[in-house]
């Protein structure tokens, strides 16, 4: 559903879990809402799926996908108004412009050589930046 769908919302949850299905339940009340926007909602209780998405740790979980990139929701999963609100923002705006992102560009001709980055380097990128991304071009890259 998740590659077939250009927006799709997933709540990953444990069916053995009390909070999941008290989670479970009151997103029932949005469902009608999302599909009018025209966001499936579906649930996942598989561990399988969980662990692909590297979140089995963090369950239960709302997941909301554009384009197969993910957003987690942050907020109570029980206040639905609030998760209905985030659901239509995540589809109506551009979100990408609110997250810093470092973009490090590196130009490569074939004799280029990369030197390691310490992991002292690549521990305070982290803790300053939310998302690293690196990007590798060929020289004659525009």
Known sequence: LIDN????????????SNSSTQILLELENIDDDTDR???????IDDDTVAKEYGILDELP???????KIPSVYEGDLLKVEE??????????????EEVE????II??????????????????MIKKYEYILVFFAPNDCP
């Open 5 to 16: 769908n250009e927006f799709v919302v997933v709540f990953f949850y444990d069916k053995d």
């Open 37 to 43: 926007h025209g966001i499936p909602f579906v649930r």
């Open 61 to 67: 979980i709302l997941v909301y996908f554009e384009n």
């Open 83 to 96: 998760v209905l609100k985030w659901i239509i923002k995540q589809k109506e705006e551009d979100t990408i």
């Open 101 to 104: 992102v470092l973009i490090c």
């Open 107 to 124: 130009k490569l001709k074939e004799e280029d050589t990369i030197e390691e980055v310490s992991d002292e380097i690549l521990e305070e």
